[in-house]
């Protein structure tokens, strides 16, 4: 790492080039095929835990923690892990996060207890916080800036695509192999991203990139975020009024403001506290979080809508939702061009538009609504999320300097992680309150048998997951009552979930007016140690 050249020369352009090290488009296939390790286990592991439960004994809140240590150890670390790239190099912490993925999957599917299960769910989320702002950092270093939203709307592709996709791959592995072919197939596809990037990948570092560590700022930062996707996660099961709720939504908001303290006297902080005074940076990251609000509440609940209501297997659900990734995977590159010529932010507010008439249109799916009509709002969920995945991206790590392009790659995943906890939190909360209101009533208008409290809050956890709360023996049409009136209750809160997503678009797209195309990524600067 001898010799020095300006960002400008050392972003090689898309013409022929003598070797494989550093070329754009084959950096962008290496993190690519890291980056969808991440993205796919953010939900291919749910239609794997109930085979979890059954197969290790577990209990409910063990399957729990299965999905929040990861989510967890994800959120968390994701900034500190950016910070790590740029004082090291993205391309060792992008390596090192893929075998510590690829590792700690294969570790999770040989493991006998669901404590090991969890241990290793944990190392998985820090290694996907290392690898997600390495990705990011490496892209932002290898691509000139008129190719960059093209690459970065691949990126957003794969995301996408993986996310959507993991109920589809999930259920045929889980269906016709065992849950531990969903952690095992890690291990294959982090090998490749290994073997490509020891040979493809390049090493680019700005000239002022941190040399030291805000050890405080870590401990705060990591306290704040722990506390707030904590009490996201439990507020469903504490209420969002409850002590503890309360409690540590309070500890996340004096260690947040403790954090931004010690930042502003920090030598070399964390998280630079004058990447803020981009309004654009600032715009985007929270138009991240908007969007991961409307889109995992959103597909949070259209999972139980098409298994729980329609009666369908995981793998017919995942089908059914191949509008909205098919969708995504057509959509991002060519967000990415349309990016490129006109800027960010044009397509990002119609991009949420879209989205917002996507909610507002599946507000109104019924209990017995067909798949053309399920396929048509689908289709438009996916086609206005994806200029969003895609733009607010190039925003945030574009108008970052280059030396702070980990750290702007880990605030736009941490803004997506942390919307899609509130998200999830939020809408689960309306849906509750819903169903809590409505099916008292709708029990009685009925004319079903009278349950005692203890019997109808169990109904009404069920319900609020769209099943139905038939209890075994029940004469045929009884269980049909019933099945209506739960599917009739569910469907009105997910109306009330969906509208609600719906006006958190429409903020979106209020948002998407003070983006605009960084700066930085179009004039380099700086210097990189390569």
């Known amino acids: 790492m001898n010799a020095q050249t300006t960002v400008a020369a050392a972003t090689p352009d898309l013409g022929p080039r003598r070797g494989l090290r550093g070329h754009p488009w084959l950096t962008l296939l290496s ?55 740029d004082r090291f190099g993205h391309r060792q912490t992008f390596l090192i996060g893929t075998v510590g993925f690829a590792v700690s999957s294969g570790a999770i599917a040989l493991s006998s207890s669901v404590s090991l299960v969890v241990g290793f769910r944990v190392l998985q989320g820090l290694c996907g916080a290392l690898l997600m702002p390495a990705a990011l950092g490496l892209l932002r270093a290898s691509f000139p800036a008129e190719r960059l939203n093209m690459a970065i709307g691949i990126w957003g592709m794969v995301i996408g695509a993986s996310t959507a996709g993991g109920p589809i791959l999930g259920g045929v592995l889980v269906e016709h192999v065992n849950w531990q072919s969903v952690f095992f197939i890690n291990v294959p596809v982090g090998v490749l991203a290994l073997a490509l990037g020891l040979v493809i990948l390049k ?43 309360l409690i540590f939504l309070g500890v996340a908001l004096l260690a947040f403001l403790a954090f931004t303290f010690w930042e ?10 004058g990447l803020f005074r981009s309004v654009p940076l600032s715009a985007g990251t929270a138009l991240m979080v908007l969007m991961a609000f409307a889109f995992m ?3 949070f609940f259209v999972t139980f809508y098409l298994q729980n209501v329609h009666g369908m297997s995981p793998v017919s659900a995942g089908l059914h939702l191949l509008p909205l990734t098919g969708m995504m995977i057509v959509s991002s590159p060519l967000a990415g061009a349309l990016i490129t010529r006109v800027g960010p932010r044009i397509p990002l507010v119609t991009g949420m538009l879209l989205t917002a008439a996507a909610c507002f249109g599946m507000s109104g799916l019924e ?12 289709a438009l969920f996916g086609l206005g999320l994806a200029p969003v995945m895609v733009g607010a991206t190039e925003v945030i790590v574009g108008n ?18 942390v919307g899609g906890s509130l998200g999830t939190a939020v809408l689960g909360a309306v849906m509750a309150a819903r169903v809590d209101h409505l099916l008292p009533g709708a029990w009685a208008g009925a004319g079903l048998p009278p349950g005692t409290p ?31 009136v739960a599917h009739d209750t569910f469907v009105s809160g997910m109306s009330l ?10 903020l979106a797209a209020a948002v998407a007016l003070f983006t605009k195309r960084g700066k930085n990524a179009a004039a380099g600067g700086g210097v990189a140690h390569v």
């Not at 729990?64 to 959120?75: D, H, K, P, R």
């Not at 750290?407 to 992680?417: S, Y």
């Not at 969906?498 to 429409?506: D, H, Q, R």
């Open 31 to 85: 993190v690519a095929i890291g980056v969808m390790m991440v993205a796919l286990d953010g939900t291919i592991v749910a239609i794997a835990n109930p085979a979890i439960q059954k197969d290790l004994g577990a209990s409910l809140a063990d399957v729990q923690w299965i999905t929040n240590a990861y989510l967890l150890a994800l959120a968390v670390a994701l900034i500190t892990a950016g910070k790590l790239g």
């Open 203 to 245: 090493d680019h570092r700005a000239e002022h990139a941190p040399r030291s560590f805000d050890f405080p700022g870590i401990l705060l930062l990591s306290a704040a975020m722990f506390c707030l996707i904590w009490a996201l996660i439990k507020a469903r099961d504490w209420g969002w009024g409850d002590t503890r709720t």
């Open 264 to 273: 502003a006297r920090a030598r070399e902080p964390l998280l630079p506290l």
């Open 297 to 299: 509440g959103g597909l």
């Open 367 to 378: 209990p017995g609504s067909g798949t053309g009509l399920m396929s048509v709002w689908f």
């Open 400 to 417: 970052a300097p280059l030396q702070h392009a980990g750290v702007a790659g880990g605030l736009q995943q941490a803004g997506m992680q």
């Open 454 to 484: 203890e019997q109808m809050s169990q109904a009404s956890d069920a319900v609020a997951v769209g099943v139905a709360p038939v209890p075994p023996q029940a004469p045929p049409q009884l269980a049909a009552k019933i099945a209506d």
């Open 497 to 506: 979930s969906f509208t609600v997503a719906g006006a958190v678009a429409l």
